[in-house]
């Protein structure tokens, strides 16, 4: 009998190459994503902030091959999940759920909130799961160039808003997009809102990349340009920025405490909060005088009204996406919480506080290991949070978009800066070994 022997070494060897090669490539294709979404992303902010959406889900879809991958879910993608599951439950008696859409019909499908809520949040979750994965080298470039587009693009629309939007709509005429100027103008505005969300992990970024100097140059521009474009939401949540990135910064344990029993009380206790305080203020909408500014008054009025519908239907809320077809609310109720409230009830109420309670959680975690990133990580949900509070709807997918870029961007930030820290470590430890 003959034996004969087989080497399959070369064979090992050559299947080792492959794998290797293919992850190098996979891994080259998660970069790119990442270069070409923060080289867009400040771009969007003044052009078409609308696109974040877009962008986001066009950039979890090139990263879906990470769904096939097993991996532990997270706490926070499950209390997500719970809540579009809850949501999709009150759709079914909500006023807003459209009985005969046809789906051949682009406008009548994407009026279906319920659906767009299934496809955000399996294409920005893989957006995120993917920049947890982005190589601490091409991270760090990724955060430069958004950093200084993103200082160009504050200078632009500093500048702009002075000279009364003429570059603004001049883009317009370009592309044959022209408005009402009264639209155009308050479209410009319009770019503050990701600038204030992105100006404390942003200007951390860049005093991480080769130019920190233009680190306090960037916070500066982005204070300026969301003073000049006179939104009262954005400079708030500019000042609770700053706080929040003090106050975890600095405040170890007890500040994170802090802000997980803040977002509790906001998102339990606003409806009671909106009562006491308009019935003590006794403020309405002939009380402009009073507030400052019609817009305040109008808030005021819009918040006692969504006030009193929750009181009718605490528990189960009135569905889905109805405070679009509620007679006295433009769209939504121009409050998070109490849009939460309105219509997902308390067990929507209770979702929302949770996973805001969980975010700080991990903002605790990453605060041991870097402070200075926990601030900023806090200062953007901070900011994130008033301008909840104040403007937009909680289902908006530009909105929802900006906050995924956001926590991509942070991720990036933490995964690059932890490689970092070990380099320097080991650096530390050479001449200990020699």
Same mark, same amino acid.
């Given at each position: ?52 959406? /877009? ?66 949040? #399996? ?81 951390? #970024? ?36 700053? #706080? /929040? ?170 995964? #690059? ?18």
């Amino acid at each position: 009998m003959t034996v004969v022997m087989l080497d399959i070494a070369p064979l090992r060897a050559w299947t080792l190459a492959r794998r290797h090669s293919a992850a190098r490539l996979l891994q080259r294709h998660r970069d790119g994503v990442w270069l070409v979404s923060a080289g867009i992303s400040p771009i969007l902010a003044f052009v078409a902030s609308m696109g974040f959406a /877009a962008t986001v889900a066009l950039a979890g879809l090139l990263y879906a091959p990470f769904l096939l991958r097993q991996r532990r879910m997270s706490p926070g993608f499950a209390m997500l999940g719970v809540l579009l599951i809850w949501g999709l439950i009150t759709y079914s008696w909500s006023p807003a759920l459209p009985l005969h859409a046809d789906f051949s019909k682009y406008k009548q499908v994407e009026s279906i909130t319920g659906l767009k809520l299934v496809f955000e949040f #399996a294409l920005y979750g893989t957006f995120f799961l993917g920049a947890t994965r982005i190589t601490p080298k091409n991270g760090r470039r990724g955060l430069t160039l958004f950093g200084v587009l993103t200082l160009a693009i504050a200078a632009v629309a500093f500048t702009d808003a002075l000279d009364g939007g003429r570059v603004y709509v001049g883009l317009r005429e370009l592309f044959h997009q022209r408005i009402r100027s009264d639209l155009e103008l308050r479209d410009l505005d319009r770019v503050s809102y990701p600038l204030a969300v992105w100006a404390a992990p942003l200007t951390l #970024a860049m005093t991480r990349s080769r130019w920190p100097r233009l680190a306090p140059v960037l916070a500066v521009a982005i204070f300026l340009a969301c003073l000049a474009l006179g939104k009262d939401a954005t400079v708030a949540a500019l000042i609770a920025a700053l #706080a /929040a990135y003090l106050l975890v910064r600095y405040g170890g344990k007890k500040a994170i405490w802090a802000c997980m029993g803040a977002c509790v009380l906001y998102f339990t206790l606003a409806p009671l909060a909106v009562a006491l305080v308009l019935d003590h203020v006794h403020l309405a909408a002939n009380g402009a005088q009073q507030v400052g500014k019609v817009s305040w008054a109008a808030r005021l009025d819009i918040w006692r009204l969504t006030e009193q519908l929750v009181e009718q239907k605490p528990f189960t809320g009135w569905g889905l996406d109805a405070a679009r077809t509620i007679q006295g609310i433009p769209l939504h109720p121009h409050n998070a919480a109490l849009q939460i409230w309105l219509e997902l009830g308390l067990p929507g109420a209770t979702i929302a506080a949770m996973l805001f309670t969980w975010i700080f959680y991990g903002i605790g975690e990453l605060q041991t290991e870097d402070a200075e990133m926990a601030g900023a990580a806090a200062g953007a949900v901070a900011a994130y949070l008033v301008i909840g509070a104040l403007s937009f709807g909680v289902w908006q997918e530009w909105w929802l978009g900006l906050g995924a870029l956001t926590a991509g961007m942070i991720a990036v930030d933490a995964v #690059a800066r932890v490689n970092e820290r070990a380099h320097a470590v080991k650096d530390d430890l050479l001449p200990l070994l020699d």
